[in-house]
């Protein structure tokens, strides 16, 4: 509105920073979802929608509020094929939630408190945005930067689900019955030389789990055009308190590596499971190297090998370029796997991937994307078959 109409512009201009700095956006979203399972069922929606997006400027630099509604309304949703996580589930309804509503104190970069319903990112907490409207929390959290390390630590109670209207309990999104409990998260980021990155998180889940992830990862540049990204990563789940998803203790170590030269990218990874159980991720998506459209290769005992290729048509190493129009294919496998309770031997699993994603240049804020996969897990002749198409549009309005 400022660019196209001066006359707004200057009137806000004239506000003071609360009103004048104030962040409107609309973000449009449509999502086809279709998987035809190896068991002979299936899942298929077509929904539209969105959300509309607020955050204030800042009130003598020191609060600030904002708030976010989400919108999911199935054009096509099939009652016998449900499950795609597009719409609410069971019953394939439209999810109408104001998901983010929040209050936030600050001073300098130094500290950062925010209250209310909130979006939350940090590594086995995060918004899982790969449906038509994320993850988000109710809970606070205070975050802060201090030269080369930035940390973040808080308390949530409840999560909405990507395919819910309702907030809920953290233990019972995790599974656990009885008495809802929330978890508790502490985390540092350090960068503590150029191209070096350390991160190390706490999640503890009052009375079922808690989880320790670390990770580093560096990258060397070599010319403007050629670097190398490498990377390690470790997890560990452990049981506590009243133990309401059982006694366990599992574990999840992986490496990844890619060379990115020119638009180019070609990276392998590796992950390996504890055998004592699966690795959960009920808050959010798991952050591993080999979590693929469908699977994520990080259960009970398994080893998973992956490989991926990816090309930027904006890059120099064809003859022409096309900005804006990406293409990824990955491949993993994952061996070994055992039944964590009965400790029987389970089949491998095979999945591959297609990604094409075109973010259009002349239109700012529209993309396209559609994926693709195929996932082998024992049934031979049945494969998984998984494929989305997915239309989004942001407009920025203040």
Same mark, same amino acid.
């Given at each position: ?17 609360? @009103? ?29 929608? &969105? ?17 976010? +509604?989400?919108?999911? /309304? ?56 790969? #449906?038509?409207?994320? *993850? %988000?929390? !109710? ?10 390390? #930035? ?10 689900? #990507? ?8 233990? =019972? ?12 998260? &502490? ?34 540049? $070599? ?5 190398? =990204?490498?990377?390690?990563? $470790? %997890? ?9 998803? &059982? ?10 590596? #890619? ?12 992950? @390996? ?28 005992? !398994?080893?998973? $090998?992956?490989?991926?290729?990816? +090309? ?39 999945? &591959? ?9 002349? /239109? ?7 994926? *693709? ?13 998984? $494929? ?11």
């Amino acid at each position: 509105l400022e660019t196209s109409f001066p006359a707004v512009q200057d009137a806000m201009s004239k506000l003071p920073p609360f @009103f004048r700095d104030t962040d409107l956006n609309v973000h449009f979203r449509t999502f086809y979802f279709n998987r035809q399972s190896d068991d002979n069922t299936a899942q298929e929606t077509w929904a539209m929608g &969105g959300w509309i997006q607020y955050a204030s400027g800042w009130l003598l630099d020191t609060f600030a509020m904002g708030a976010t +509604y989400y919108l999911s /309304v199935p054009l096509y949703a099939p009652a016998d094929s449900p499950g795609s996580l597009l719409v609410t589930n069971p019953g394939q309804g439209t999810i109408s939630v104001v998901g983010e509503a929040w209050g936030a104190f600050r001073y300098k970069e130094y500290a950062l408190l925010r209250g209310g319903r909130i979006k939350v990112d940090d590594g086995y907490i995060n918004p899982q945005d790969n #449906r038509m409207v994320p *993850n %988000t929390f !109710e809970g606070i959290t205070l975050s802060g930067k201090l030269d080369w390390i #930035r940390y973040d630590a808080g308390y949530l109670w409840t999560i909405k689900p #990507r395919d819910s209207n309702d907030f809920i309990s953290m233990s =019972q999104q995790a599974g656990a019955g009885g008495k809802g409990e929330g978890v508790a998260l &502490g985390s540092l980021a350090l960068t503590p030389i150029k191209d070096l990155q350390v991160y190390l998180g706490n999640y503890y889940g009052l009375d079922i789990f808690n989880q320790t992830f670390l990770k580093g990862e560096y990258t060397y540049q $070599f010319t403007k055009d050629l670097k190398v =990204q490498a990377g390690l990563q $470790f %997890t560990s789940q452990k049981s506590v308190g009243e133990e309401r998803l &059982g006694d366990f203790w599992t574990w999840n170590v992986g490496a990844g590596a #890619r060379v990115v030269w020119s638009g180019l990218q070609l990276g392998a990874a590796m992950h @390996f499971t504890g055998a004592d159980d699966n690795i959960r991720s009920p808050w959010g998506t798991w952050p591993g190297y080999l979590s693929m459209q469908v699977t994520d290769f990080d259960r009970a005992n !398994e080893k998973a $090998f992956g490989i991926g290729l990816k +090309y930027d048509f904006g890059g120099s190493l064809l003859p022409f370029a096309l900005p804006g129009f990406s293409t990824k294919l990955s491949f993993a496998a994952g061996y070994d796997r055992e039944n964590p309770t009965t400790g029987a031997k389970l089949a491998n699993t095979y999945e &591959g991937d297609l990604d094409i994603i075109y973010d259009i240049p002349t /239109v700012k804020g529209l993309s396209f994307r559609f994926r *693709n996969a195929y996932v082998g897990r024992g049934n031979p002749g049945n494969p998984l078959m998984d $494929f989305r198409i997915i239309v989004n549009y942001e407009l920025d309005l203040l």
